[in-house]
């Protein structure tokens, strides 16, 4: 069982940077691929970056950067040029593989609002 706790949510600027943290339980996250995805009101979620193998989505590769720290058992997610079409609840979530799909993941952190103003 891997119990993930995001953070590092807020209100920022339209241009603006945050880093998201998540923060899992457990004694083998360094055998999960870790993904982050959001869901923006109204809208299904997406995925936005994952890593084992690296991916990123098109929409935010030039402006978002996911790692990891498996000593500190946290999976990080930078977010440069914020624009206010990337507010959403964002999520950290837990896979067997890296994967860009939603089902792919098995455990699900409550996630963080993430609000862009323009």
């Known amino acids: 069982q891997v119990q993930l706790v995001e953070s590092g949510g807020g209100l920022v600027q339209a241009g603006g940077s945050l880093r998201l943290s998540c923060v899992a339980s457990g004694r083998t996250f360094s055998t999960y691929a870790m993904g982050w995805f959001r869901q923006a009101p109204g809208k299904e979620r997406e995925f936005v970056a994952g890593i084992s193998n690296t991916y990123i989505a098109d929409s935010v590769k030039d402006r978002f950067t996911i790692f990891r720290d498996n000593a500190k058992k946290t999976v990080y997610l930078r977010m440069n040029s914020l624009k206010p079409e990337d507010t959403a609840v964002y999520y950290c979530?837990?896979?067997?593989?890296?994967?860009?799909?939603?089902?792919?993941?098995?455990?699900w952190g409550q996630g963080t609002q993430v609000t862009v103003s323009s």
């Open positions: 979530a837990a896979a067997l593989a890296t994967s860009r799909r939603s089902d792919a993941y098995i455990y």
